[in-house]
């Protein structure tokens, strides 16, 4: 079983939906990192958290320590918000471990 | 704040030879991380450098290697390519060492080994 495991793997909707990406892992952290990577490769930082919810523009955010568990939520999606969705964790030895990602597809 | 710079951006190799990929971090940015992604696959950690040292390690075999120059510029080497070495390599850069501190990435130098 993977340290960290994201869910859904791929996720199809429309423009103007509600998402929610998952995330829990099975690992002491001190962080909790949301990522963005658009099929050019680039990847964009979009949260470090290690507790409670930040919001940032329509993302936003939430980790739940006791649980284990983040949520990445998009408020009116739009299709430049298309992307591979990432979770990494900082484990103890301050090393990042990396899910899957999800992969977000907006249609119009 | 220019960002994180990877060059080249693309490149191709034929197995056998040696590649040399750079990056240069953010200004200020002490730590440099290099990962490779290959498709379908998510970010193996390759190693990480902080201070012209090699401060972390992944599970890849010798022929991955590193360095760092003292204005925190970092090489990446693959000798002897293989055609799995085919993937997109990224680093990143951040403040501080390890996963404590955000982590900004390079678009990645994309390479094929054919």
């Known amino acids: 079983k993977n340290e960290v495991e994201q869910s859904p793997q791929n996720l199809t909707a429309q423009e103007g939906e509600f998402i929610t990406i998952n995330c829990s892992y099975s690992v002491g952290i001190s962080a909790l990192h949301w990522l963005q990577q658009h099929p050019g490769g680039g990847i964009v930082s979009l949260f470090m958290?290690?507790?409670?919810?930040k919001k940032h523009g329509r993302l936003i955010a939430t980790i739940n320590i006791q649980e284990k568990h983040s949520s990445l939520h998009i408020t009116a999606s739009h299709p430049r918000d298309s992307a591979v969705y990432i979770c990494a964790v900082t484990g103890s030895n301050y090393q990042l471990i990396w899910g899957a990602g999800t992969k977000l597809i907006i249609k119009p | 704040k220019a960002g994180v710079t990877q060059t080249p951006r693309y490149l191709i190799k034929t197995r056998g030879q040696q590649v040399t990929l750079s990056c240069s971090p953010i200004s200020g940015h002490r730590s440099v991380s290099w990962y490779q992604q290959t498709p379908g696959q998510g970010l193996q950690f390759l190693f990480e450098y902080f201070s012209e040292t090699q401060r972390n390690k992944g599970n890849f075999p010798g022929r991955f290697s590193g360095r760092q120059f003292s204005n925190s510029r970092s090489e990446m080497n693959v000798s002897t390519l293989e055609l799995g070495d085919s993937a997109l390599y990224l680093c990143?850069?951040?403040?501080?060492?390890?996963?404590?501190?955000?982590?900004?990435f390079g678009q990645g130098t994309r390479l094929t080994v054919v």
């Open positions: 990143a850069s951040s403040l501080i060492l390890g996963g404590r501190g955000e982590a900004f």
């Open positions: 958290l290690s507790s409670g919810k």
